[in-house]
């Protein structure tokens, strides 16, 4: 460029920047063009991204389950009974862990009876099935199952009173 500048005239110079202007314009749509391409590869296979950590959140939280589990269990024998876990009631600890695992529940005595199934002790896979069915708040499906449930049981208590009153006014 300095050759043709000196030597021939400086117009040159002006041919040079142009170019050297479109040159860096389109090594600049290369870089795009070669990130945008990634961006989508990665966003096609967001989906399969998306299902492999909630699989890693379930596991984690079934992990964290085990070992809340493992600390109410004193005894060692893989089952918490009535016992054990009113010892544990009155622990902070156990409602700050309870807390850890997303469980707000206020009457923990009645939780003991939710996780139970009625042979007096909770085993590691009930206290996990109760804890994923507490965990977080409730549903809008979860309240339109309670309200049917009712419902039907409102019902048959009415027709087992002698059906003197309609369900309608009952509500």
Same mark, same amino acid.
């Given at each position: 460029?300095?050759?043709?500048?000196?030597?021939? $005239?400086?117009?040159? $110079?002006?041919?040079?920047?142009? /170019?050297?202007?479109? &040159?860096?314009?389109?090594?600049?749509?290369?870089?795009?063009?070669?990130?945008?391409?990634?961006?989508?590869?990665?966003?096609?296979?967001?989906?399969?991204?998306?299902?492999?950590?909630?699989?890693?959140? *379930?596991?984690? /939280?079934?992990?964290?389950?085990?070992?809340?589990?493992?600390?109410?269990?004193?005894? =060692?024998? =893989?089952?918490?009974?009535? %016992?054990?876990?009113?010892?544990?009631?009155?622990?902070?600890?156990?409602?700050?862990?309870?807390?850890? *695992?997303? &469980?707000? /529940?206020?009457?923990?005595?009645?939780?003991?009876?939710?996780?139970?199934?009625?042979?007096? %002790?909770?085993?590691?896979?009930?206290?996990?099935? =109760?804890?994923?069915?507490?965990?977080?708040?409730?549903?809008?499906?979860?309240?339109?199952?309670?309200?049917?449930?009712?419902?039907?049981?409102?019902?048959?208590?009415?027709?087992?009173?002698?059906?003197?009153?309609?369900?309608?006014?009952?509500?």
């Amino acid at each position: 460029c300095r050759v043709l500048v000196d030597n021939i $005239s400086e117009w040159f $110079s002006l041919f040079f920047l142009v /170019y050297r202007c479109i &040159l860096g314009f389109a090594v600049l749509n290369v870089v795009n063009s070669v990130f945008v391409q990634q961006t989508m590869r990665i966003a096609t296979s967001d989906e399969q991204l998306a299902f492999k950590q909630k699989e890693r959140e *379930l596991a984690s /939280y079934t992990r964290k389950v085990k070992n809340l589990f493992a600390t109410m269990d004193q005894s =060692g024998d =893989g089952v918490i009974n009535f %016992e054990e876990f009113s010892k544990l009631v009155q622990s902070p600890m156990l409602q700050f862990l309870l807390s850890q *695992l997303d &469980l707000e /529940y206020h009457d923990l005595l009645s939780l003991f009876e939710f996780l139970d199934n009625g042979d007096g %002790e909770i085993t590691l896979s009930e206290f996990i099935e =109760g804890a994923a069915k507490l965990r977080g708040s409730a549903k809008a499906l979860d309240i339109w199952r309670m309200e049917t449930k009712i419902e039907v049981l409102l019902s048959e208590v009415l027709q087992a009173v002698g059906g003197k009153m309609q369900l309608q006014e009952a509500f």
